[in-house]
């Protein structure tokens, strides 16, 4: 089965507050997320695993009646939360999916505090045939 672990970090007033952790703060957080995938990857469930750009970066994209893209700034102003990373893990069920969501929320964060992250989980269907 295959699962997609959504990381939705809190937004605050602007984009994730990471970039104001000191240095070594960020650096924890980001050797944990490595750590965690090296450990996916050798437990065989790693599928893929991706950050993603801050929300400013975010376009809204639509096609307009001639077909062409209509590109617009972010779609989520006024959101409390935004994405800010996914894996996709390939596991035996949905509670192995819910340990590995459960360690990445651990993550690291100011004062090497785990940050207690919510992980949204879904699984991922099959594309229509």
Do not use: C
Not at 58 to 83: N, Q, S, Y
């Amino acid at each position: 089965m295959k699962f997609m672990l959504m990381m939705n970090v809190p937004r605050g007033t602007g984009d994730y507050s990471v970039m104001k952790w000191a240095p070594e703060e960020l650096k924890a957080h980001v050797e944990f997320m490595k750590n965690l995938n090296v450990q996916l990857k050798k437990d065989g469930a790693l599928v893929g695993a991706e950050g993603l750009a801050m929300p400013a970066e975010a376009r809204l994209v639509r096609a307009k009646p001639d077909g062409k893209p209509e590109v617009t700034d972010g779609p989520f102003a006024e959101a409390k939360e935004f994405l800010a990373g996914f894996w996709i893990v390939e596991v035996k069920n949905a509670e192995e999916a819910y340990a590995i969501a459960a360690r990445a929320s651990l993550a690291p964060g100011p004062g090497g505090k785990p940050l207690y992250l919510p992980i949204e989980v879904r699984e991922v269907g099959s594309a229509p045939v």
